[in-house]
Structures are given as structure tokens and as C-alpha cells.
């Protein structure tokens, strides 16, 4: 009854006082279960190497580390796909002059991409862009998360896997054409919000990251993409064996409506 107690008392004082990081973060107390949700950034700059001190020990202490895929593992999504028809026929013509000056700043050939499903060209953009940025994979949070673990031998479990997220993109409807075109129309925002989830990690004190952040998704693409996903981690978050667990995903999904730590807090 007094550990009952004493364990009340603790989640009282969590809610009333939550623990602020120099990092983006958010701990989740569920039962006998703790999760240190940690808001990755896929690729990073060279400054953003080593991890903080106190969140390296938070995942020696941790029973296991938890991620979207394990990115050490070499899955591209550059796949080879189905061809697919000239962008001529697929794009109107505004879009397709959005697509051209972009290749155009970037220095790729149009014809890299002309077959090539929306969806994918899609990717091969906000990789070159992020590039562009200075961010590199080998300086993404996750990547060096995992590469810590690893080294200490601490297990790793995957939310969904490469596999899960390419057939999830494959999936998307007239072969992801809304995301490339999200992808286009939000370019300038999209580089923006890169930078601002940069400085979440670079920052010190941190700036607490704001209420609502500029949406680069429409609706349809932000209810497969984040709300859907969301959904389906915490069903397996809420599944794991009593235990500590760092939780490294995308920044973007701890903030905004149907956010992962506000459905984890209503499970």
C-alpha cells in the first residue's frame, strides 16, 4: 500500500513539475512502465555530436532502446519501383516549373526522377534539401542512439521498420503524388521547420518548442503519416514488460494534436 502510495505521490509531482532537458523530450509514467520520449531529427549537423551526457545515461539506465527502424541496418527507401508515366503527364504545369527550378537550384537532372513514383521523388528532395541544410545520417539523433546501444549491448526494438514504412508510402494513394506535392508548395517552410528542430538541439537553454508548428502535410497526408502512426506505437509502447525505455522518434510527432505523449497519457 505505501509503495501504492509513494507511486502516486511521484505522478502527482511529475504533472505538477514535469523535468525540462536540454534536448526535446517528454517522460511518460504508465504503471510499472517509464518512457523517455526523445525528439529525433533523422539527420543532423556535425554540432550536434556527442549526444548530451545526462541523455546518454538515461539509456545506460534504460532497459531498452526503442525506435521507428533501425537505421543502422542500411534499408534505403530508394527502392527499385515500377516505372511510372513522364511527369509531363502527371504534373500540371505549375508543379512541374516548381519541380524544375527546384532541380535546378539543387543541380540534379529532371530526367533522375522523370519515372520515378511521386512518393520517392518526394524523399530524394527533403534528402537533398536537409544535405543543403549541413544535416547528414551519420549525425541523426536516432543513429547515434542506436550506435549506443549497441556499443553497451542494450536491446533495440523497432515501432515499425523500414519495410512497414516503405510499404506505407508504396500505399499511399496515386502513388504518393500528394506528398510531392506538399513537398513543392511547402519547400521554403519545410527548410524553416528543419532549422527550428536543429536549434531545439543546439539551443542552450533550450527555447520551449512552441504550442502549434507550421504544417507541411495536408490533412489526409498528416492523418496517415502522423495521426495513424501515433496511434499504432502507443499500442505497442502499451505492450512492452514493466521496465525504463528511451524512445527516439521524430520531433514532430511529440507535438501537435494526437501528439504520441498525449495519447500515451490518455491510454
Given amino acids: 500500500m505505501m509503495r501504492s502510495l509513494w507511486r502516486s505521490l511521484n505522478a502527482m509531482l511529475r504533472r505538477l513539475a514535469p523535468v525540462s532537458y536540454a534536448w526535446p523530450a517528454v517522460d511518460i509514467h504508465l ?13 543532423g549537423t556535425r554540432d550536434m555530436q556527442p549526444l548530451p551526457a545526462k541523455l546518454l545515461t538515461r539509456l545506460q539506465q534504460a532497459d531498452a532502446l526503442i525506435v521507428e527502424a533501425d537505421v543502422t541496418q542500411g534499408s534505403s527507401p530508394y527502392v527499385k519501383s515500377d516505372e511510372q508515366p513522364p511527369l509531363a503527364s502527371r504534373l500540371d504545369a505549375q508543379a512541374l516549373a516548381q519541380l524544375q527550378k527546384l532541380c535546378d537550384d539543387l543541380q540534379l537532372s529532371m530526367a533522375l526522377f522523370d519515372t520515378l513514383p ?28 542506436l550506435l549506443a546501444a549497441k556499443r553497451w549491448q542494450k536491446p533495440v526494438q523497432e515501432l515499425e521498420g523500414a519495410d512497414v514504412q516503405i510499404a506505407l508510402l508504396k500505399a499511399l494513394p496515386d502513388e504518393g503524388m500528394a506528398l510531392l506535392q506538399d513537398t513543392l508548395v511547402h519547400w521554403h517552410t519545410n527548410a524553416r521547420l528543419l532549422q527550428t528542430m536543429i536549434s531545439w538541439w543546439l539551443d542552450a ?63
Fill in 31 to 43: 504503471g510499472d512502465r517509464e518512457f523517455h520520449l526523445v525528439g529525433s531529427i533523422h539527420m
Fill in 205 to 267: 537553454p533550450r527555447r520551449q518548442p512552441p504550442a502549434s508548428l507550421p504544417t507541411t502535410f495536408s490533412s489526409t497526408l498528416s492523418e496517415v503519416l502522423m495521426n495513424q502512426r501515433n496511434q499504432h506505437w502507443r499500442d505497442v509502447l502499451t505492450q512492452l514488460p514493466p521496465g525504463r525505455y528511451v524512445v527516439a522518434v521524430g520531433a514532430l510527432h511529440l507535438y501537435g494534436e494526437e501528439n504520441l505523449p498525449d495519447l500515451l497519457r490518455r491510454a
Fill in 118 to 145: 511521386a512518393w520517392q521523388i518526394a524523399l530524394m528532395l527533403q534528402a537533398q534539401q536537409a544535405q543543403q541544410l549541413g544535416l547528414r545520417p551519420d549525425y541523426g539523433i536516432d543513429y547515434q542512439l
